[in-house]
């Protein structure tokens, strides 16, 4: 069984700060890994995702997140943190041997607060 | 670029009533994906299309959910008998076609703006 664990319920960064929120996550074998965002309302929206290759991963609006596969974690960073960047925050993960037939697995979301 | 749509995006309804769901994917998605988010967790998966065929149901779907896509376009997901347990956030996603199985699981899902359940 796949799962997803972010042990943080909610980060709290000052603007202009870098910010990390955590995720780490189990499968079976090789994992495909996504973040999404949602606001308030709305929702979920893709940041990126790591299939393979390098380990660091870029997507939207300056986020990066890097793939540790001893650690098996895949934390999300972005170097300077904008107000406009708190939401709630998921990871997902997918294990390759079920070739796509059960979906994602998330985690429970991690509330992010950009303090100006 | 229009993405995925949900209708209705809010339903309040009685214990007992049943309610219908609706969510238009990506043009020419092929593949569509239903899911349920609860308050303070993550979405949990309950099944999705490759076209018209429903390939894989999770055991969170109980009898009383259906979901068809008779046109391998729009789809429908219908609650039976609702419970109040049900009151949840219903999300639609959908994606691109792929080849195998293993470029399906790298698929990126776009999400709609989901449908939020109301059950008294």
């Known amino acids: 069984a796949q799962s997803v664990a972010q042990p943080e319920d909610q980060v709290n960064v000052a603007e202009g700060n870098p910010l990390t929120v955590k995720c780490t996550y189990s499968v079976s074998g090789n994992p495909y890994l996504f973040w999404y965002v949602q606001y308030p309302n709305r929702g979920l929206q893709f940041l990126l995702k790591?299939?393979?290759?390098?380990?660091l991963v870029k997507g939207s609006y300056g986020f990066e997140a890097e793939f540790n596969k001893s650690q098996t974690s895949f934390h999300l960073k972005k170097p300077s943190a904008l107000v406009s960047d708190s939401a709630l925050y998921f990871c997902?993960?997918?294990?390759?041997?079920?070739?796509?037939?059960?979906?994602?697995?998330f985690g429970k979301g991690t509330h992010l607060i950009i303090q100006p | 670029d229009t993405g995925v749509s949900q209708d209705p995006r809010h339903k309040i309804t009685k214990r007992g009533q049943n309610v219908t769901f609706r969510c238009d994917p990506i043009?020419?998605?092929?593949?569509l994906y239903w899911y349920r988010q609860t308050l303070g967790q993550g979405p949990e998966f309950l099944t999705y299309?490759?076209?018209?065929?429903?390939?894989?149901k999770s055991r969170l779907l109980s009898d009383r959910f259906s979901a068809e896509r008779p046109k391998g376009s729009f789809s429908t997901l219908e609650i039976q008998r609702t419970e109040q347990g049900d009151s949840a956030m219903y999300l639609c996603a959908s994606s691109d076609k792929s080849w195998g199985p293993e470029l399906n699981s790298q698929e990126t899902q776009y999400f709609g703006p989901g449908t939020r359940l109301l059950v008294l």
């Open positions: 043009s020419e998605h092929n593949r």
């Open positions: 299309f490759q076209n018209e065929a429903q390939l894989e």
């Open positions: 790591y299939i393979t290759g390098d380990n």
């Open positions: 997902a993960v997918r294990d390759w041997l079920r070739g796509g037939a059960d979906g994602l697995t």
